[in-house]
């Protein structure tokens, strides 16, 4: 039996999101010896309404926070400890109480592309449908080709595969990450390059969350913490911070850090329609992180200016 309470793991039932699940367990098990006894972390699923609403723009139903929503409650009523997000999943601002305290060691960010008909998008043939839910997406992919058509797409890998192969659509886009984590990234027929399609803000990292007075789970989440990751990860959530930035939002971001250690961002602010794509770029000392990707936003939002989007 365990010797320590059960230590409870709240997530969404997506395969995507139950194998980012299984990588999280697997990594507090390694980290601490007495969590690799029977019984001692449970997975506990938890069906978001981001999960229930299959056939509109998250835009249109409320943003990303409602795949949290439901495991935020569940986790501020004590039936779980941890949860495990996809962190370009978490809303900008988290429930009092809950906080972003683990992010794992980042998976490849870059979009791919996925096509009976063309090799990438310079390929497909005018009035192409591409199917994405994506704003981020949708303003990028019309920036790179006006000519072409986006319509509304969503679940999960398997049914847009499937959505797919039945002609929905021509072509869409999905995250590497997730078809690495699924064992799916042979599917890809190709990957985008960042400087066409830049990535959702997280895009290929996983961030567990836990209540903020729970000691002991944010010691235990410290041991499997990777902080070069989590710099990047609040460079680009600071951008978004300072756009007020959600799924109303096309607005992307990814931060790297180099092997001498110095953290480059670079964001972008767009209007839906790809009429429009601003971007801006920021170097420095990763500890600076959060405050570099503000100074980025503060940018963008100065060129935009007002009316730029809707808020």
Known sequence: ??????VRIGTRGSPLALAQTH?????????????????????????????????????????????????????????????????????????????????????????VFLSRKADGIDGLAPGSVVGTASLRRQAQILNLRPDLKVSVFRGNVQTRMRKLDEGEVDATLLALAGLKRLGLADMATSIIDVSDILPAVGQGAVGITCRADDARARDLLAKIHDAETAAC???????????????????????????????????????PDGSTVLRARREGDPANGIELGRDAGRELAQRAGPGFIDW
């Open 1 to 6: 039996m365990a010797s320590h309470p059960v």
């Open 23 to 111: 990588e999280t367990r697997d990594r507090l098990m390694a980290a601490d010896p007495a969590l690799a006894d029977p019984g001692a972390l449970d997975i506990v699923v938890i069906k978001t309404t981001g999960d229930k609403v299959q056939d509109r723009a998250l835009s249109e139903i409320g943003g990303k926070g409602l795949f949290t929503k439901e495991i935020d409650e569940a986790m501020l009523d004590g039936r779980i400890d941890l949860a495990v997000h996809s962190v370009k999943d978490v809303p900008t601002w988290l429930p009092d109480g809950i906080e972003l305290a683990c992010i794992l060691p980042r998976e490849d960010p870059r979009d």
């Open 233 to 271: 990860v609040a460079a680009e959530r600071g951008l978004l911070e300072e756009l007020d930035g959600s799924c109303r939002t096309p607005i992307a971001a990814l931060a790297t850090v180099s092997k001498d250690g110095v953290l480059a961002l670079d964001g972008l602010l767009a209007r």
